[in-house]
């Protein structure tokens, strides 16, 4: 019998569960460019209450949630001052500049955040040449940092000196509700200072596809109409959104198992030879490594863990919904055997 692959590559593989899948089945649906879906609804109006937020916009994916808030909050030619790191400067096909129009502002962080300080003394040496930095990028948690978390306390402050020199605040929140697991504070707390914040269904909630943008209720109405500009229209969306409910309900408690099992995978993985890892970084549920033989990604594929490998030799593993501690002791065994 071949034995059982174990997927860590990303928190997006998961499959919706049983329960999921019956709410699928018994949605009530309506059409999203019509008369509107209920069940979308329902999962907007909860999703903004969770965040803090006035009003909430299903759409497809993060990406498309990033650039909504992009453009309904910049013109073309605004600058947007964002950590190097960001995933939305690395990993977006450059949305940002082709389709909002938009110049990056990148600064080096501390573990893939910005600091007050650090965004005050670029604004400060600032030379007027246009319309200048008009919005502040955050990410929480900050995926190449290794899934790290900006507190309560530093958001607000860095979003202070944003807010002072007339720049919105987006929060790209892919993963908001383990950085709130992590703190043991509420989304709503750690959202309270930023104007906008995107948040994924289909990463630690286990949900098949799906995001949010939540903020000020005219600006959500702006973004329905980009949205559909977008090719975005969902139609019975419900079908989709019934399942973002159930995760809501039932899956952000759970996410506090990732983080222990993505910290036990860290602990047995550190210390083996060619392997630069420090358990003590992981925060959440990534865990980003160093390893010395570019070839044991696939050989560890081979032996039936799948993990990220990047060319510079870094490599990420993330625990998700799917994948037991068992799992995790099961994967690390066969992947301490591949080096």
């Known amino acids: 019998?071949?034995?059982?692959?174990?997927?860590?590559?990303?928190?997006?593989?998961?499959?919706?569960?049983?329960?999921?899948?019956?709410?699928?089945?018994?949605?009530?649906?309506?059409?999203?460019?019509?008369?509107?879906?209920?069940?979308?609804?329902?999962?907007?109006?909860?999703?903004?209450?969770?965040?803090?937020?006035?009003?909430?916009?299903?759409?497809?994916?993060?990406?498309?949630?990033?650039?909504?808030?992009?453009?309904?909050?910049?013109?073309?030619?605004?600058?947007?001052?964002?950590?190097?790191?960001?995933?939305?400067?690395?990993?977006?096909?450059?949305?940002?500049?082709?389709?909002?129009?938009?110049?990056?502002?990148?600064?080096?962080?501390?573990?893939?955040?910005?600091?007050?300080?650090?965004?005050?003394?670029?604004?400060?040496?600032?030379?007027?040449?246009?319309?200048?930095?008009?919005?502040?990028?955050?990410?929480?948690?900050a995926n190449l940092a290794g899934g790290t978390v900006q507190t309560v306390a530093e958001t607000a402050q860095v979003a202070e000196v944003a807010h002072a020199a007339g720049m919105r605040v987006h929060l790209d929140g892919a993963r908001v509700l383990n950085a709130a697991t992590a703190l043991g504070c509420s989304p709503a707390d750690l959202c309270a200072d930023v104007d906008t914040v995107g948040f994924c269904l289909s990463k630690g909630l286990g949900c098949p596809v799906g995001s949010l943008l939540c903020g000020p209720a005219e600006l959500i109405e702006r973004a329905w109409s980009r949205r559909r500009q977008l090719g975005g229209s969902l139609r019975q969306s419900g079908i989709l959104a019934a399942a973002g409910l159930v995760a809501l309900d039932t899956r952000i408690a759970r996410l506090a198992d990732d983080?222990?099992?993505?910290?036990?995978?860290?602990?047995?993985?550190?210390?083996?030879?060619?392997?630069?890892?420090?358990?003590?970084?992981?925060?959440?549920?990534?865990?980003?490594?160093?390893?010395?033989?570019?070839?044991?990604?696939?050989?560890?594929r081979e032996a039936g863990v799948l993990i990220s490998g990047l060319p510079d030799g870094r490599c990420r593993c993330v625990t998700h919904a799917d994948v037991s501690a068992a799992d995790v002791a099961e994967a690390s065994e066969r992947m301490r055997a591949c080096l």
């Open 259 to 300: 983080h222990a099992n993505a910290r036990w995978l860290a602990e047995r993985l550190a210390g083996l030879p060619g392997i630069d890892l420090d358990p003590a970084q992981v925060e959440t549920n990534i865990v980003w490594f160093a390893c010395a033989d570019q070839d044991w990604p696939r050989r560890c």
């Open 1 to 141: 019998m071949a034995q059982r692959v174990i997927d860590l590559r990303s928190d997006t593989v998961t499959r919706p569960d049983a329960a999921m899948l019956a709410a699928m089945a018994a949605a009530e649906l309506g059409d999203d460019g019509q008369e509107g879906d209920p069940t979308t609804r329902r999962l907007q109006e909860r999703a903004a209450e969770l965040m803090g937020k006035e009003a909430a916009l299903f759409v497809p994916s993060g990406t498309m949630a990033n650039l909504l808030a992009m453009l309904c909050q910049t013109s073309p030619g605004d600058e947007m001052v964002l950590e190097r790191g960001a995933h939305v400067y690395n990993f977006e096909f450059n949305g940002l500049g082709a389709l909002a129009g938009l110049v990056a502002v990148p600064l080096d962080g501390r573990r893939g955040h910005l600091s007050a300080e650090s965004v005050r003394s670029r604004l400060a040496a600032d030379v007027p040449r246009g319309p200048g930095p008009t919005l502040l990028w955050l990410e929480n948690t």
